[in-house]
């Protein structure tokens, strides 16, 4: 099991604890300034002692654990109202929202670009319903995505 899966995982269990969802994990940086993003999730919405508590708690069993070699910073936060999208559970929990993905092909309007309301999603493929009707995206095509906020 690879760094990132052990942090995955010991971040699963502690947001379990809490009736919380892991959204995503990202590590990035450069050997030494390292930053591991833990994003987490729950109906209505999370706050910042709720962070605060999965924070520490991660802390601790990263300490514990040591999966990441060298020295990083651990950020805890929601994944906000415009969040990246790249699992298929990603896509499939975000039914019914807007979203701006960018492709490795040019697809709808010769573009790299497809903007539309998230229809449907499944192991294999996205479906947006834009102004050009439904665009089928399966996901080897798909560099980027994330959802679109938009005020009522």
Known sequence: ???LEEVRDLAESVVRRRSLRLWDVELGGQPGRMILRVFVEAD???DLDTVAEVSEELSRALDLHD???????LEVSSPGLERTLRTPDHFSSSVGRRAV???????VGNSHRVEGVIAAADEGEVQLETDQGNVE?????IKSARTV???E
């Open 1 to 3: 099991m690879g760094a």
């Open 44 to 46: 209505g919405g999370i």
């Open 67 to 73: 999966p990441i070699a060298g020295r990083y910073t």
């Open 101 to 107: 993905v960018k492709t490795s092909q040019r697809l």
């Open 137 to 141: 995206l399966p996901y080897d095509v």
């Open 149 to 151: 906020f938009e005020w």
